[in-house]
């Protein structure tokens, strides 16, 4: 079993950047895939972006492409979001995620999520 803990939310104001956290309880695997997904208020979840952790490949939302960037740190056993030019649409609790497998951008293919973290983006 897997727990994820997500970091690094908070309140910021448009053009501003925010950096989350997301610590897995176990060491992750070669075969480990990890990512973001957001809810905002009255909308649907939604994928963000996922890392795949042998090869390091991302794949982004078309909407978060060029402002949001995944990565993650063997060392410390952590993946991040960074997140720039943050907008008020932008507003959401985030959730980190993971499974066993290839990364993928539908919310039924994650077994494990953590208990997200909210990240608000003033005008």
């Known amino acids: 079993q897997v727990q994820l803990v997500e970091s690094g939310g908070g309140l910021v104001q448009a053009g501003d950047s925010l950096r989350l956290s997301c610590a897995p309880s176990?060491?992750?695997?070669?075969?480990?895939?990890m990512g973001w997904f957001r809810q905002a208020p009255g909308l649907e979840r939604a994928f963000v972006g996922a890392?795949?952790?042998?090869?390091?490949?991302?794949h982004y939302a078309d909407s978060m492409m060029g402002r949001f960037t995944i990565s993650r740190d063997n060392a410390k056993n952590t993946v991040y979001l960074q997140m720039n030019s943050l907008k008020p649409e932008d507003t959401a609790v985030y959730y980190c995620?993971?499974?066993?497998?290839?990364?993928?951008?539908?919310?039924?293919?994650?077994?494990?999520w953590g208990h997200g973290t909210q990240v608000t983006v003033s005008s």
């Open positions: 890392i795949e952790w042998r090869s390091g490949s991302t």
């Open positions: 176990i060491r992750t695997s070669s075969r480990f895939a």
């Open positions: 995620v993971a499974r066993f497998g290839s990364l993928a951008t539908f919310s039924n293919a994650y077994d494990y």
